[in-house]
């Protein structure tokens, strides 16, 4: 069959060379789906306006189920030179059922056919993600009763810097994956209208009733201007960024427990049937799932840098380009659904060495700021507190011991003011205590954020 694009204006028939060019059968065809439901809403659609009879529209109805199922199971045969999802089904449903299956094209265009199939298939990745996303927070949460006496040290700059709990941590990756679905849920109002009806790019001269099809297919609004809406493609571009905001989360989550997972930090131990051996030394257990988590994130960067350039400098309204939207897209929402679902088992999964955290908590000096303000509760500024603290550390470090080890003496050689109340804040455990303020690792703190975020999360 000849494709359903070229009219009668053509005297040749395509080269095979342009064919295979620019056919989108070999990805879109993932789209099938969501081409049949808006199909089948649009007929329904046409047949409430008149357009078309309601038996015609009941036959396009249940040819276009039929086709569906076949898709489904295997056994329909997609053809390149149809080129694309929407006319391979339409030709479909044309050698079924002749000139009825000739009127369903009445009123639309490929043009808002594509986004309108793109949009509900978004729509529902979205809804996939979100739930992955969430479980990912709920494994986290689950962590925090397991781990609720363990203090970590928090770095910056990769430095021990102050000591944490355990639970603090892993709240702060709830907090980003929070702000992920917050993100994905406000893209989602702007995924969530209706192109159907805007046709080529002008609109059409038939009488359809767009608000119908957009609620038929649950759409929350319909697209006000039919030149943009089929240009439009800043939704694809949206979602992208939620998604590769996701990625790049889970790239330095896995990057950080790579790292913990090593005998430089042994801090933790991973689950190990998601862990890979080697096959040249036995001894190895490696963490290639959080590897290639990091690894596939650079897929995302691409996709969305190739997503961001597709768009630029395109002229109103339709132009082919947008076609190479898709194999970015999909392999984006491939890749972050491969990453979540891995994941949320590792989290749940994986134990603390709290032995080894343990026996180096006092590596590092985390207490120090404690110490200095400490120095400042007692009236000192705080220059001079973290100077004095300075001072300590160095006697510290020169002794190789930690803060706590100090005799009062040596505190009070550098510090006269000094008495023994100051060991109260000495230590990983004191310096936790210590804290006070909202958001902090005060444990008081954190006990009422864990108790927020079950409550939030519905977790037990
Ligand atoms: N295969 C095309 C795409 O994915 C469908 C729209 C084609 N429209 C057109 N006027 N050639 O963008």
């Known amino acids: ?27 879109d065809c993932k789209l099938y789906m969501h081409d049949i439901r808006a199909s089948i809403a649009h007929a329904q659609m046409l047949a409430a306006q008149n357009v078309l009879t309601d038996d015609e529209a009941k036959n396009i109805e249940s040819t276009l189920q039929a086709i569906g199922d076949e898709i489904s199971s295997g056994t329909f045969v997609w053809k390149q030179e149809l080129e694309d999802v929407h006319m391979n089904i339409e030709a479909a449903l044309i050698e079924r059922l002749g000139d009825v299956g000739r009127k369903l094209h009445t009123a639309r265009s490929r043009n808002d056919q594509v986004v309108t199939d793109l949009r509900l298939w978004i729509r529902d990745k979205i809804d996939e993600i979100d739930s992955l996303v969430l479980q990912l927070q709920q494994a986290f949460v689950g962590r925090c009763e397991r781990d609720a006496e363990v203090i970590l040290p928090a770095y910056t700059h990769l430095q021990r810097a102050q000591p944490v709990l355990a639970p603090h941590v892993w709240l702060a990756y709830c907090e980003k994956f929070q702000r992920d679905r917050e993100r994905l849920a406000d893209c989602r109002k702007r995924v969530n209208i209706c192109p159907l009806g805007s046709a080529a790019v002008a609109g059409t001269s038939m009488d359809i009733d767009r608000q119908l099809t957009a609620e038929q297919l649950g759409f929350e609004g319909i697209a006000a201007n039919s030149i943009d809406v089929s240009s439009d493609r800043d939704f694809v571009l949206e979602t992208a960024f939620c998604l590769t905001t996701i990625v790049l989360h889970l790239s330095g989550w896995a990057e950080e427990w790579i790292l913990w997972s090593t005998s430089e930090f042994g801090f933790i131990e991973l689950p190990q049937n998601f862990c890979t051996g080697s096959s040249i030394m036995p001894q190895k257990i490696n963490p290639d799932v959080l590897e290639l988590t990091r690894g596939k994130s650079a897929r995302a960067v691409g996709h969305l840098q190739t997503l961001v350039t597709l768009v630029k400098g395109l002229p109103l309204a339709y132009n082919r380009d947008l076609q190479e939207d898709k194999p970015a897209l999909f392999d984006l929402v491939e890749t972050t ?36 303000e400490f120095l400042m509760k007692q009236g000192k500024p705080q220059r001079t507190a973290h100077h004095l603290v300075g001072s300590i550390v160095r006697k510290a470090m020169e002794m190789q011991i930690p803060l706590e080890k100090l005799s009062l003496e040596d505190f009070q050689a550098i510090d006269p003011t000094l008495d023994s109340s100051v060991y109260d804040v000495l230590g990983a455990k004191n310096a936790v205590k210590a804290l006070k303020s909202y958001g902090s690792s005060a444990p008081g703190e954190v006990a009422k954020q864990i108790d927020r975020w079950r409550t939030q999360l519905s977790v037990k």
Do not use: H, W
């Open 1 to 27: 069959m000849d494709s359903l694009s070229r009219s009668g204006a053509f005297a040749e028939s395509v080269d095979k060379r342009v064919e295979r060019f620019t056919e989108s059968i070999s990805f």
């Open 337 to 372: 659904i491969g990453c979540l679902q891995l994941a949320e088992p590792i989290v749940a999964g994986a134990q603390l060495n709290v032995k080894s955290i343990e026996s180096r908590l006092s590596d590092g000096y985390l207490d120090a700021t404690a110490l200095m």
